[in-house]
């Protein structure tokens, strides 16, 4: 809180200014009778968006009668005790909650939409108060005892005003990165089945891969590659390398179009580095071992810190220039084909942890276009890329802009034009 309070503001409690604070409750799931009903039930499992506009499962009125859920009026802020602490949501239809949700009444002297964006400006505060050793969460006390500055009615609303436009021009931009990964999707099944528009007129059909241009060559990973090159598993321990110590890769640093050289683990002291491993821009990585659903993925590292090194789970595929170029094979292994042949051979014991050996990923069947036509479609997609990482940015942008405007805001450091206050 500032050292001084903002002329005609006043310090608070959230508890002293919030009309009541509502929990919810689950229905017995062994009754049909309550659920797959027309009232929305709204659990963390929904909350992954600030707006709430629909949810997975819906009740009964005997549902709501029987237990002690409760329908929350459209205009409420619903805000995550536990499980995915701090998370909060603007109810935009009337909705039922579980118990791990709390509906925030504000009191007469609290306009609905400050409130929401307080508690989005909140959130890291709360999340970092969660408590517990299995189950995370944080007491309706201590959202009541959040201290605030409160302006009068009209300047909490001019606020929230300020920050809602900040809030629509994130949302405007994430559908516009959602259209942009729909139309890359559509381009990279239709530039690897059917090839560049307007170049080919003869089609064959290939076991496994579907119909491509007669041209094409069906062949294997293998067939493309002059290397594989396995990572090693030296002595590491659970933080992560400084900028002048080497690091391995976790599994988790490989994730389709995005590589994180920060997802490493610095080397034990006194354990030696093989700089043959050592990841270098160009590189296409893949996962050899993860869970089922993520194992094989790939990423063609454009940038990276040095001293980095491939780890036992991770693959090094080194193109041979003559058939494949580097960025046509990231896609080729990013086709659904190739994905599910490289699940489809994973083994493993475990229900947590599958492997791809490398003689599995090499009898891979591809569909591979001549190398200039392979180019042509690469150079399409990384303008696709370019656009949507460019996008990105503009999010990540406008996400750090709305918090510090959000903190000047709230903090009365910043005034809005409202007639009759300080400016």
Same mark, same amino acid.
């Given at each position: 809180?500032p050292?001084s309070?903002?002329?005609?503001?006043?310090?608070?409690?959230l508890?002293?200014v919030?009309?009541? %604070?509502?929990?919810?409750?689950?229905p017995?799931?062994?009754?049909?009778a309550?659920w797959?009903?027309?009232?929305?039930?709204?659990?963390?499992?929904?909350?992954?968006?600030?707006?709430?506009d629909?949810? @997975?499962?819906?009740?009964?009125?005997?549902?709501?009668a029987?237990?002690?859920?409760?329908v929350?009026?459209?205009?409420?802020?619903? =805000?995550?005790?536990?499980?995915?602490?701090?998370?909060?949501?603007?109810?935009?239809?009337?909705?039922?909650?579980?118990?791990?949700?709390?509906?925030?009444?504000?009191?007469?002297?609290?306009?609905?939409?400050? =409130?929401?964006?307080?508690?989005l400006?909140?959130?890291?505060? =709360?999340?970092?108060?969660?408590?517990?050793?299995?189950?995370k969460g944080?007491?309706?006390?201590?959202?009541?005892g959040? #201290?605030?500055?409160?302006?009068?009615?009209? #300047?909490?609303?001019?606020?929230?005003?300020?920050?809602?436009?900040v809030?629509?021009?994130?949302e405007r931009?994430?559908?516009?990165?959602a259209?942009?990964?729909?139309?890359?999707?559509s381009?990279?099944? #239709?530039?690897?089945t059917?090839?560049?528009?307007?170049?080919?007129?003869?089609?064959k059909?290939?076991?496994?891969l579907?119909?491509?241009?007669a041209?094409? @060559?069906?062949?294997?990973?293998? #067939?493309?590659?002059?290397?594989? @090159?396995?990572?090693r598993?030296p002595?590491?321990?659970?933080r992560?390398?400084?900028?002048?110590?080497?690091?391995?890769?976790?599994?988790?640093s490989?994730?389709?179009?995005?590589?994180?050289?920060d997802?490493?683990?610095?080397?034990?002291?006194?354990?030696?580095p093989?700089?043959?491993?050592?990841?270098?821009p160009?590189?296409?990585?893949?996962?050899?071992?993860?869970?089922?659903?993520?194992?094989?993925?790939a990423?063609?590292?454009r %940038?990276?810190?040095?001293?980095?090194?491939?780890?036992?789970?991770t693959?090094?595929?080194?193109p041979d220039?003559? $058939?494949?170029? $580097?960025?046509?094979?990231?896609?080729?292994?990013?086709?659904?084909?190739?994905?599910?042949q490289?699940?489809?051979?994973?083994?493993?014991?475990?229900?947590?942890?599958?492997?791809?050996?490398?003689?599995?990923?090499?009898?891979?069947?591809?569909a591979?276009?001549p $190398?200039?036509e392979?180019?042509?479609i690469?150079?399409?997609?990384?303008?696709?890329?370019?656009?949507?990482?460019?996008l990105?940015?503009?999010?990540?942008?406008?996400f750090?802009?709305?918090?510090?405007?959000?903190? %000047?805001?709230?903090?009365?450091?910043?005034?809005?034009?409202?007639?009759?206050?300080?400016?």
């Amino acid at each position: 809180m500032p050292d001084s309070v903002p002329e005609g503001w006043r310090q608070v409690r959230l508890g002293d200014v919030l009309g009541s %604070a509502l929990g919810g409750g689950t229905p017995a799931r062994d009754n049909p009778a309550y659920w797959g009903g027309s009232i929305p039930w709204a659990t963390v499992k929904d909350m992954r968006h600030p707006v709430l506009d629909e949810t @997975e499962e819906a009740i009964t009125p005997a549902g709501v009668a029987a237990s002690s859920t409760r329908v929350i009026p459209a205009g409420t802020v619903l =805000l995550a005790t536990r499980m995915a602490v701090g998370a909060i949501a603007w109810a935009k239809c009337d909705t039922a909650i579980n118990q791990d949700l709390k509906a925030l009444i504000p009191g007469d002297s609290l306009d609905p939409r400050f =409130l929401f964006q307080l508690m989005l400006a909140r959130r890291p505060m =709360l999340e970092a108060a969660g408590t517990g050793t299995t189950v995370k969460g944080v007491s309706i006390d201590f959202v009541r005892g959040l #201290e605030l500055l409160l302006p009068p009615l009209p #300047e909490q609303r001019a606020i929230a005003a300020v920050l809602d436009a900040v809030d629509d021009t994130i949302e405007r931009t994430e559908a516009v990165i959602a259209a942009t990964e729909d139309l890359r999707c559509s381009l990279l099944h #239709e530039l690897l089945t059917r090839g560049v528009p307007g170049m080919h007129s003869e089609w064959k059909h290939v076991p496994g891969l579907g119909t491509v241009p007669a041209c094409w @060559e069906a062949t294997t990973l293998g #067939e493309c590659l002059a290397d594989v @090159e396995a990572g090693r598993s030296p002595l590491a321990q659970s933080r992560p390398a400084r900028a002048d110590e080497w690091g391995v890769l976790k599994v988790s640093s490989v994730s389709w179009g995005l590589f994180q050289p920060d997802e490493n683990k610095a080397l034990t002291p006194g354990t030696l580095p093989d700089p043959r491993f050592e990841v270098q821009p160009g590189d296409v990585i893949l996962s050899r071992a993860n869970t089922p659903d993520l194992v094989g993925r790939a990423i063609l590292v454009r %940038a990276t810190r040095p001293k980095l090194l491939l780890s036992d789970k991770t693959l090094r595929l080194v193109p041979d220039p003559a $058939r494949i170029v $580097r960025e046509f094979l990231l896609l080729a292994l990013s086709t659904p084909s190739s994905r599910a042949q490289i699940s489809g051979s994973a083994s493993g014991s475990s229900r947590s942890m599958f492997n791809v050996s490398q003689e599995a990923l090499r009898r891979v069947n591809i569909a591979l276009p001549p $190398r200039d036509e392979q180019e042509r479609i690469s150079a399409t997609l990384e303008a696709v890329d370019l656009e949507r990482d460019q996008l990105g940015s503009l999010r990540e942008h406008t996400f750090a802009t709305k918090a510090a405007l959000a903190d %000047a805001l709230l903090s009365g450091a910043r005034r809005v034009p409202i007639a009759g206050t300080v400016k």
